[in-house]
């Protein structure tokens, strides 16, 4: 009756809805792993290895993807990007609950390839509400807010393939609802339908 | 995305499991509401109809079961017992979250004609603490307790068949872990696998 495993949860959310601050918050809490992505990219300036992200040769990635070692992975301008299986795994079997932060087309390889994944989906209250935020923090030019809106609605369209939609409109609440989903997914009996 | 029909909570334990307390905790959260069973036996004094039980005639009741009235029933030393359909539905429809409090057998019952209906079982932490509560509680003989532990260790085998297990060891712990169940089951998306 008792899961002594991990839990495997995935996170995506738009940009601007403030998955960066609650993740902040659940990790820390007791038993959560952070999945640290794996990339071809090289590093940047105070970029730390196996912090940031786990630094590989473009032969070293293409490796571990024929052996099955990648849970998702995706190229982007020529660099590839992706999550270590492995060190998911172990950490897992160690009664770690792993949080793997990947976008849509991420979440849904995994979703694929690891069925007992839990998917969550961090949604701004409003389309509105979202483009409101990206205007008052005032970083980015119209273009940039434009087209981060279309992209959130890209987004949102997928959120329904999700297991849950936490809606961020109240920072505390949006923590409560996910450590509410973390408890209730521990309580679950993995073999009822 | 947004669930306006109240959630199908059943709810079974073993006696002595505190079933009744966590039960009352939750009942005065807001937007609950606990099913009124309804029975062919007669009132009891002091028991009010529509509050204790609905009672019913035997013809009213087999119309009721008859016409596919009653989510679940059954029938102990000749009285029967149910659950009315049509208040829940109402309640369901009206928004609340509705508490059916029944046995395994019934509970099975609604599982199997309310796919949406989500089971919690209630558990002690051990057989031993169980019959120990039972012992401590001072109120049944020797033979009844040995009968309970007997019962309650056949419900307990059932637990597997339910969608979430609460080991209620600590009250305030077990109340916590039922809102958690309740809230993550508010952010599920229902049309996800």
Redesign the interface.
Known sequence: ?KNDRGLLFVVSAPSGCGKGTILYEILQDKGFYYSVSATTRAPREGEVDGVNYHFLSREQFDARVAADGMLEYATYCGNSYGTPRKEVEEMLDAGKNVILEIDVQGAMQVKERCPEAI?LFI?PPSVDTLRHRLEKRGTETAEVIAQRVAEAEGEIAC????????VNDVLEVAV??F???V???Q???R??K
């Open positions: 009756m998917l949604a959120a329904p393939n999700y297991h849950y939609i936490i409560s609802d450590r509410a989903i408890r209730a997914e309580l679950k009996v073999s009822a």
